[in-house]
């Protein structure tokens, strides 16, 4: 079974630091890309950073950028999002997840979601 695990969350003051992390088991970095989301109240959910499975490659969404960093460790099976200089517009739940492409010769999308975490920014 897949799990994701995503803690980290808590309140903060606007200007501060949080490191959310994601422990997965049932995946390997390998084969999955990792991804964070977010959704604040009363907005849609959006992407906010993904780290490829292949290479280790870094995304980020204009609003984050800069501010935040995502890493991976192999050991633990953990993805980590290390949050800076937080806004309070950077409030909502964020979730991990992990997909993957996989399959010959009709691929197929896997796609699974851990339970969220909540980050509160106060001005």
Same mark, same amino acid.
């Not at 980290?8 to 422990?23: D, E, F, K, T």
């Not at 399959?103 to 979601?113: H, I």
């Given at each position: 079974?897949?799990?994701?695990?995503?803690?980290?969350?808590?309140?903060?003051?606007?200007?501060?630091?949080? $490191?959310?992390?994601?422990?997965?088991?049932?995946?390997?970095?390998?084969?999955?890309?990792?991804?964070?989301? $977010?959704?604040?109240?009363?907005?849609?959910?959006?992407?906010? &950073?993904?780290?490829?499975?292949?290479?280790?490659? %870094?995304?980020?969404?204009? *609003?984050?950028?800069? $501010?935040?960093?995502? &890493? $991976?460790?192999?050991?633990?099976?953990?993805?980590?999002?290390?949050?800076?200089?937080?806004?309070?517009?950077? %409030?909502?739940?964020?979730?991990?997840?992990?997909?993957?492409?996989?399959?010959? *010769?009709? *691929?197929? %999308?896997?796609?699974?979601?851990?339970?969220?975490?909540?980050? %509160?920014?106060?001005?």
């Amino acid at each position: 079974d897949v799990q994701l695990q995503a803690s980290g969350g808590g309140l903060v003051q606007a200007g501060g630091s949080l $490191r959310l992390s994601c422990a997965a088991s049932g995946v390997s970095f390998d084969v999955y890309s990792i991804a964070w989301f $977010r959704k604040a109240p009363g907005k849609e959910r959006e992407g906010v &950073s993904c780290i490829n499975n292949s290479d280790g490659a %870094t995304y980020y969404k204009d *609003p984050v950028k800069g $501010r935040f960093t995502i &890493s $991976r460790d192999n050991a633990p099976n953990t993805v980590y999002l290390q949050m800076g200089s937080l806004k309070p517009e950077d %409030t909502a739940v964020y979730y991990c997840n992990a997909h993957a492409l996989l399959g010959y *010769p009709e *691929p197929m %999308t896997f796609n699974y979601w851990g339970q969220g975490t909540l980050v %509160t920014v106060s001005s």
